[in-house]
């Protein structure tokens, strides 16, 4: 009498036939922390699962991550020397440039994302050009500075770009950099709603970029505000922005279904560092289990609105996916 939703859970294929979300391994991007030298990969503390890896192990993860499926990547780069305005991302032979010259070389059919900021070529890890004045980011010094990064990143072959810093205008101004220097085709995915968040803690290991001095507050947004979540998003699509993005994804599902329902372009998560330290640590403390909610919170991101996922968990989601 009462089988009004129970009539449809009984079998497992029924089950399947009415399932209204899914999780494939296409909808995943997956990070890569590159550095200078040779045979290097060190594997971070905050994040186990996660290394930083010279170019060489770099090239051998890409055929790893080829033969899960998983064929989109972004990748971050980690200078050997780090000055005042992060001059190594701003040269043809810097780490970022390299590795995205030699990996598009080596595996040609790899997408390969690059994250566009200052803060890990930076040696007081700020996302761009400090003004002393007032003690934080110079948003416009710092748009010149990264349209000179997205030109650097586009001759190296790059297939799509993703500014990361949250400056103001800064859609606009890559867009038309790279439109006069005839990258038309090249696609810009926003971190368009980006909040200041201690979800970033660990990433900061990996990626050596805790600022020397105060902190993000100045250009990351406030995690308590709403509207100024969905502006921010609708603001970057107006400026030419092909993919946004939430960031971090977690604690931020009703900032997805927000920008989902206030836009038609694709939009991403980026299931960010701390989030992944938390479910490493819970099941290496016998809390969870791993699997199951792991799976549970990448359908969690889909259902709320988001069509692609960055995460540390790609690799583990693939093989998850293979054995179903
Ligand atoms: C750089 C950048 C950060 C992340 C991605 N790009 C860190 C930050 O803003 O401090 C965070 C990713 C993560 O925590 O996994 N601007
Ligand atoms: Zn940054």
Redesign the pocket.
């Known amino acids: 009498m009462f089988q009004r939703f129970r009539r449809n859970r009984l079998n497992p294929h029924l089950r399947a036939l009415v399932r209204e979300t899914h999780v494939s391994v296409n909808d995943f991007i997956y ?1 890569l922390f590159v550095r200078g030298g040779e045979g290097i990969k060190t594997e971070v503390s905050s994040m186990p699962g996660v290394y930083q890896m010279s170019l060489d192990e770099i090239l051998k993860e890409c055929e790893v991550l080829k033969n899960l499926g998983i064929y989109s990547i972004i990748l ?1 780069g980690i200078p050997d020397v780090k000055d005042s305005i992060g001059s190594d991302a701003l040269h043809n032979h810097g780490i970022i440039a390299t590795a995205i010259r030699e990996v598009k070389k080596a595996h040609p059919e790899m997408f390969v994302v690059s ?1 566009l ?4 070529y930076t040696d007081h890890g700020h ?1 761009g050009i400090i003004d002393h004045t007032h003690e934080t980011v110079d948003n416009d010094a710092t748009l010149d500075i990264s349209a000179k990064q997205a030109l650097i990143h586009a001759k190296a072959g790059v297939d799509m770009i ?1 500014p ?3 400056m103001d205008g800064i859609i606009e101004t890559l867009r038309s950099a790279l439109d006069e220097e005839g990258y038309e085709n090249l696609p810009i995915m926003a ?1 368009s709603t ?1 909040f ?2 201690g ?6 290991d ?2 050596e ?1 805790v ?1 020397s001095f105060g902190d ?1 507050s100045s250009y ?1 947004m406030d995690p308590a505000n709403r509207r100024e979540a969905i502006a921010e998003s609708v603001e970057d699509e107006i400026q030419g922005a092909d993919i946004l993005m939430v ?2 994804a977690l604690a931020y599902l009703d900032i997805v279904r927000d920008i989902r329902e206030n836009t038609s372009l694709p939009l991403a998560v ?7 330290a938390m479910l490493k640590n819970a099941a290496s403390a016998g809390l969870i289990d791993y699997d199951r909610v792991l799976m549970e919170t990448m359908v969690g991101f889909k259902r709320a609105g988001a069509d692609i996922i ?1 995460s ?1 968990h790609t690799k583990e989601v693939a093989k998850l996916l293979s054995t179903l």
Request: positive net charge; aromatic residues 24%.
């Open positions: 990070p971050f994250d900021c200052f803060c890990e996302c993703a990361s810093g949250m971190y980006k200041a968040s979800y970033y803690g660990p990433f900061r990996v990626a970029s600022p993000r990351q960031k971090p980026y299931n960010v560092s701390g989030e992944y960055i540390y």
